[in-house]
């Protein structure tokens, strides 16, 4: 065989640094040595891994091809040091990435729960759309993802995970709200509303489409956020309607801000997934942390 984890793991520090000698002192070495490694390992490959721009070194389409499987060795043979070496410490790092409804509303008691019994954990979250929480995930930014919307990458496996009810609300002022009192609302006023959405790549907006478009066709847009946080205080300010987890409206509709609207439409649900990367090696403490997610969702749709 000739290569080894040393020229992988130069490889990687110089595709995250973006030069030779940035990449020098994460890896101990000097600058000429680590260009030498770096020049070994595409000998080696008969190939070119990065575009030469001036001082930057920049990953070409075989470079980026390269990275994850690099990246999954390195971690892979990480893990087995940190297993055998006497006395390493059994702590667990966390590196999760989570949709924005997941991070904001589930994530915080499912890892209070876990780590009341897991002591010894340490977690790195990032919040993004799920666009952003896949894309965390194919690049080994994040071990494990917790998406709310579908994941179409090839290299990502998804496990089927809690079950969410996505409900149609307006502020009880609306004109819909006030309608929807003595009957359901119909299609054709759900498909007149004035609706406010989520951005592309959200995939609260992804499940909304496939919810309500096979039935009402068209949806009229008055606005796109970027946050369902903010979806809901512009609802609620009386700006229009629109269809979001019920775990986002739970406190506004408690404090009678918002009100769930009584629609001809069928029960709205969708199930949130549990990501990661199909070369991702899953330690015996990640595997216990899916466990648990999914000990988590037993209860929830209990």
């Keep these: 065989?000739?290569?080894?984890?040393?020229?992988?793991?130069?490889?990687?520090?110089?595709?995250?640094?973006?030069?030779?000698?940035?990449?020098?002192?994460?890896?101990?070495?000097?600058?000429?040595?680590?260009?030498?490694?770096?020049?070994?390992?595409?000998?080696?490959?008969?190939?070119?891994?990065?575009?030469?721009?001036?001082k930057r070194l920049l990953l070409n389409d075989t470079g980026r091809s390269l990275l994850p499987a690099a990246q999954a060795l390195l971690e892979g043979a990480q893990n087995i040091e940190d297993r055998f070496v006497a006395g390493a410490a059994a702590q667990l790092d966390l590196r999760l990435a989570a949709s924005t409804t997941v991070g904001n509303y589930v994530l915080p008691p499912l890892l209070a729960s876990y780590c009341s019994k897991a002591r010894d954990v340490h977690v790195q979250a990032r919040i993004g759309n799920t666009l952003e929480v896949v894309a965390?995930?194919?690049?080994?930014?994040?071990?494990?993802?917790?998406?709310?919307?579908?994941?179409?990458?090839?290299?990502?496996i998804v496990t089927p995970w809690m079950e969410d009810e996505l409900v149609v609300v307006a502020s009880p002022r609306h004109p819909l709200a006030q309608a929807a009192k003595s009957r359901k609302l119909t299609l054709r006023q759900l498909r007149d509303a004035q609706w406010l959405l989520r951005e592309p790549g959200s995939g609260t907006r992804e499940a909304v489409a496939h919810a309500l478009l096979p039935h009402l066709h068209q949806l009229q847009e008055r606005m796109t956020l970027g946050s369902s946080e903010a979806i809901k205080n512009a609802v609620a300010e009386g700006f229009g309607v629109s269809c979001l987890s019920r775990w986002v409206v739970q406190d506004l509709i408690a404090s009678r801000r918002l009100a769930i609207l009584s629609t001809a439409l069928p029960r709205l649900k969708r199930r949130f997934g549990l990501i990661h990367h199909r070369k991702k090696i899953l330690s015996s403490s990640l595997r216990s942390f899916l466990a648990h997610c999914q000990a988590h969702a037993a209860v929830s749709d209990a």
């Design 1 to 54: 065989m000739r290569l080894t984890l040393r020229q992988l793991q130069i490889f990687e520090a110089v595709a995250r640094a973006g030069s030779t000698t940035a990449a020098a002192s994460s890896v101990a070495l000097s600058q000429s040595a680590t260009s030498a490694a770096l020049n070994e390992l595409e000998h080696a490959l008969d190939a070119r891994l990065f575009d030469r721009v001036g």
């Design 136 to 156: 965390a995930v194919c690049s080994f930014e994040a071990d494990l993802g917790l998406i709310e919307g579908p994941c179409h990458a090839s290299d990502v």
